[in-house]
């Protein structure tokens, strides 16, 4: 009697369990339908979520293709009274930099920053076994900083990285941090960047087409 | 028949299994004390470690605990032809990142870098349990891109790392990238960075020693 409860308990919570993670992905899936419809959604991953997403055992919750960006805070890992002030998705331009690194010149607090992030994808995978695969092909793919960064019963959430986080100072203390007669050569060196960024998830979404369901 | 065998066999496995790990366990703490004896073991780590291999399902397998370098690459976050030109575990000198500056001025290539490389540990652990446990209480405690890079029926491997990584670009092309006259400003930027990362560590010591066996 007792095991004969335990056999359907333990069908029943492998039911409900299956339910919800299938109940997750299709939520998450017409989230992102209406986030592309509303052009919330970063479109340069358009590909390589719909890869992801095609696989029974996965889908993405959120990413981004990287970006240059400008933000007002002491250090830049901190996002607490961080302001972005600057985005850019393709090239950002000298002049606009410039312009607005002497908005900060003299000001004591907060510090100004440039940054490039890296591509970035969240993904929920049923089971360890295919997010140790996920991870794996992540970072033979050139994308070194990818992990397992959550494990339960539920589910297994895996972040794809790569490691080309760039941080530099432009204004600390209020003083200029740049030589401003060689900003052109940064400016193309940031831009190459985002460039060859975008390039690798062009190579990751040719890769992941190979996993196997 | 069959039945009893795959028992057997099943109970083997298990025991072969449990030895692998235990063996390899007492193997790196072997290593350990004797890299310790020679100097070769990043002595501000040696507290955490501690903590960490007192727990009998996890042990370290190698640490930093973070430093200031100068890299002669052109891109920081490939090994490939890098040369480190420069390291500091604790505080470094202007004069002393000056005067390799002007080595590099004029030179098309590589390209000159200073980095600050935050605190990393690789932990394995017996079993995913021991490890999504860890992660979050590394998380927790500030090492905000802990996370399961590895993981199989024998082992489950846990980067604790931080995401205080910051490369800045000194000389790009030739061309010197950095207002020197503001130098003062980087140089004890870069300097409390290091020495707030070492306090990190010791809070991340405080947490762990909670970890329950």
Redesign the interface.
Known sequence: MLKKFIFLFSVLFFVVCLDCWEKRKKAFLVRLSRDRCIGYFDEEMYGLVSIINSHPLMYTTSCCSGRISMLEVK???TKLNARVIGKWHKKTEKEEVLEKISLYEGKKEPNLWIIVQPPIIHVSCKN?ET??KL??YA?NSGF?????????SKRVMV?IR????????LV??G??????Q?FN??IE?LNN?LENLKLKIERLEKNFSNLQN
Chains 1, 2 share one sequence.
């Open positions: 250090n830049p890992w360890l997010a140790s991870v794996v970072r070194k900083e990818s992990g397992i960064f959550f494990a339960n972040e790569s490691s080309e986080k760039t941080s530099i100072p600390l203390n003083k200029k941090m740049l030589n401003e060689n050569e940064l060196y960047l």
